[in-house]
Structure formats: C-alpha cells, structure tokens
C-alpha cells in the first residue's frame, strides 16, 4: 500500500470473510454454460465451492453429499451432472460404484491436480477448457437415462 497502487481500491476487509467461488467470465460468457439449465449451473457451484488449490480431480457431486448442502432429489443430480459433463465444464476422474464408492470430478477452466486415485486413462482424456471447444450444446438434446 505505501506505493499508492491500491489507493482508492476496496480490499479483502471490504467483503464478508471467508473462501469463494471464483468462475470466470470465459466460463460465464460460453455457449456450453449458457445453454444448461438452472440445477445444472448450481451443481457446478456446488462442485467447484468444493476446490481448494490442490484437489482439482477429487470434487464430489454425489446425493449423498450434495443432501447435506440442500438437494432433494438424486434424479435431479444424475441429469445436471449429464448436461455438465456433455457441456465439458467438468470431466470424471473415478467412476463411481456401489455401495459407497464416490465419484470424482475435475472442472475443466483449472488445471487437473495428480492425485493419487484415478481411474486408468483419466488424466490423458481430461481436456482444460473443454467447455469452449464444444459446439452450442443444446440441452434438450443431452440423453438423460432414468437408470
């Protein structure tokens, strides 16, 4: 500050303490974020709230997590993961299986962390900005499976 470049600037004391959800404008502004439905943009704040500098490829979507945070429905859930997936905003890293076996998701504007855990081949298929490269996804032609 004795530099006078943040002269005139609000700071982080301006705004209520805590971590955040930063999504950028590429991400905002693309045709793959403009086209999915309303479940479909919160469960993307849901995943990427779940971020913290290193885990990148271990974000959780599942109902038995997402209950806790206010979401009712797993069918709700399974079809808004779809249309994110088919979008390219994020990309799966483990499949999950029953019983209790999650999976994991990376969003795709940051980088993918190395973590130990991933399926085989992940890591090769995992494209940065996929979102941008896919071609006005139009949501009602994302096939949503009841099973």
Request: charged share 25%; aromatic share 10%; net charge positive.
């Amino acid at each position: 500050m004795a530099n006078g470049r943040n002269s005139g600037k609000r700071s982080a004391i301006d705004r209520d303490q805590g971590r955040f959800v930063a999504l950028p404008f590429s991400v905002i502004d693309s045709v793959a974020y403009k086209n999915l439905s309303h479940p479909a943009r919160s469960l993307l704040i849901e995943i990427d709230r779940q971020y913290c500098f290193d885990n990148n490829g271990r974000l959780l979507a599942s109902y038995a997590y997402l209950r806790k945070r206010g979401w009712t429905s797993a069918d709700t859930i399974t079809r808004a993961k779809r249309e994110l997936l088919a979008a390219g905003l994020i990309h799966e890293t483990v499949k999950g299986c029953r019983p209790n076996k999650a999976s994991w998701y990376a969003v795709t504007w940051r980088p993918i962390d190395r973590l130990q855990g991933y399926d085989e081949g992940a890591l090769q298929t995992f494209v940065r900005s996929a979102y941008a490269k896919t071609q006005g996804l139009d949501r009602l032609s994302v096939k949503v499976d009841s099973r």
